[in-house]
């Protein structure tokens, strides 16, 4: 069993910074590439950030140059700093790993419960 355990969300003002921290835990034998999603209400899921075993990463046009996500291999943790922030980045976020558990040898797709942003003045 593997779980994602997000942190960091809130409420900020309009450019103001905020930093999300996503930890997998469990039966993990590797954790491949993760990432954070995000769904404001009525809209898809969208991509924000993802960043690789490696640390290469890819950023959604929208956040480019705000946006930073980052990576501690051994804690299987990654962060999103978010920078410059605007109310239209208001949205649930969440972290996504692809992992190999010990008892599957298949990588498989894990989701983290999610947790709210929220730009307001």
């Known amino acids: 069993q593997v779980q994602l355990v997000e942190s960091g969300g809130g409420l900020v003002q309009p450019g103001g910074p905020l930093r999300l921290s996503c930890a997998a835990s469990?039966?993990?034998?590797?954790?491949?590439?993760m990432g954070w999603y995000r769904q404001a209400p009525g809209k898809q899921r969208e991509l924000v950030a993802t960043?690789?075993?490696?640390?290469?990463?890819t950023y959604a046009d929208s956040v480019e140059g705000r946006f930073t996500i980052s990576r501690d291999g051994p804690k299987n943790t990654i962060y999103l700093q978010m920078n410059s922030l605007k109310p239209e980045d208001t949205a649930v976020y969440y972290c996504?790993?692809?992992?190999?558990?010990?008892?599957?040898?298949?990588?498989?797709?894990?989701w983290g419960q999610g947790t709210q942003v929220t730009v307001s003045s």
């Open positions: 960043i690789t075993r490696g640390g290469s990463t």
């Open positions: 469990g039966s993990i034998f590797v954790v491949y590439s």
């Open positions: 996504n790993a692809a992992v190999r558990a010990y008892s599957d040898p298949t990588p498989t797709d894990y």
